[in-house]
């Protein structure tokens, strides 16, 4: 019995707060006993806002939260809260407070539930680093937060125009995928720009062996194909980083679809051909 219990207060201690290498974060906790948490620590309030189908937001997750010298001063400086916006625990608290407009949403709050410091997207460990600092510095201070995170269309098609000329630089790769994360989190991206950004990663991933842009452009394209399910030229990028990432019966529905919306929309007969030769490569694979 003495060993069932140990069991139970240790599951229960690790459903409290994930630690590991890099920062440690409450999930299973409301809002206001986050901030009681942070007041008795005198520390501020970090909360991570992203949803389960965000790729910048994994790549926050798998990639960024996890090194250990943002770990290191996270921990110091605040208490860290992660919170799924489309459940319901806390959710709700926040929306009432901050009006999320994309994900992920950054924000950083003082003791007494003031919002101090925000931002919107993704980026490396230097950026992470540099909201953290700027929130510690801002401390109490209610702010009007300027969003250094933010990227907008010429900044995107500079990144992307760099990394096509270039196409075996890793550093011009890293800055497309990181400007294309905060761009595509905005929600003001231009499907054509998200499909052709989508398709450019489609095509160089390999160059990097960087699955992850690729499970991120899976996303992007997803969003895509949702907003316009009848364009061809958007479920047959979906469709062949569908396959690449192994989901074969998926590819082969989205490319039957591009090859029949090809056809009914009387697309040009190479893009046909293109298709229903796609479409036969992803049926030999199932």
Not at 197 to 221: G, P
Request: net charge neutral; aromatic share 12%; hydrophobic share 40%.
């Amino acid at each position: 019995m003495k060993k069932l219990s140990i069991l139970v207060m240790f599951c229960l201690g690790f459903a409290l707060i994930v630690k590991g290498q890099g920062i440690e974060f409450y999930k299973d906790i409301q809002f206001k006993e986050a901030l009681s948490k942070a007041s008795a620590e005198g520390k501020l309030l970090f909360v991570d806002c992203y949803t389960t189908w965000c790729g910048p937001c994994t790549y926050l997750s798998k990639n960024i939260f996890t090194q250990q010298n943002v770990g290191d001063f996270y921990n110091k400086n605040f208490i860290n809260l992660k919170v799924d916006m489309e459940a319901n625990l806390n959710g709700p608290a926040i929306n009432s407070r901050v009006q999320i407009r994309a994900y992920p949403t950054l924000l950083f709050f003082n003791a007494n539930g003031e919002l101090v410091h925000s931002t919107e997207g993704a980026g490396d460990v230097q950026y992470v680093l540099s909201l953290g600092k700027e929130a510690v510095k801002k401390g109490g201070k209610t702010v009007v937060n300027n969003n250094p995170g933010q990227v907008d269309e010429d900044q995107f098609v500079a990144a992307y125009k760099s990394s096509s000329a270039n196409k075996n630089n890793q550093s011009l790769w890293n800055d497309f995928i990181k400007k294309a994360g905060i761009y595509f989190a905005m929600d003001q991206a231009d499907n054509d720009h998200i499909n052709n950004a989508c398709w450019f990663i489609y095509e160089n991933y390999t160059n990097f062996n960087d699955r992850m842009a690729l499970q991120s452009a899976k996303v992007w394209s997803a969003k895509s194909v949702s907003s316009k399910p009848g364009s061809s030229y958007y479920n047959d990028t979906y469709a062949h980083i569908l396959f690449d990432l192994g989901d074969y019966t998926a590819a082969v529905k989205h490319e039957d679809i591009a090859l029949q919306k090809a056809i009914q929309n009387g697309d040009k007969q190479e893009d046909i051909d293109f298709y229903r030769e796609a479409l036969a490569r992803f049926k030999g694979a199932k």
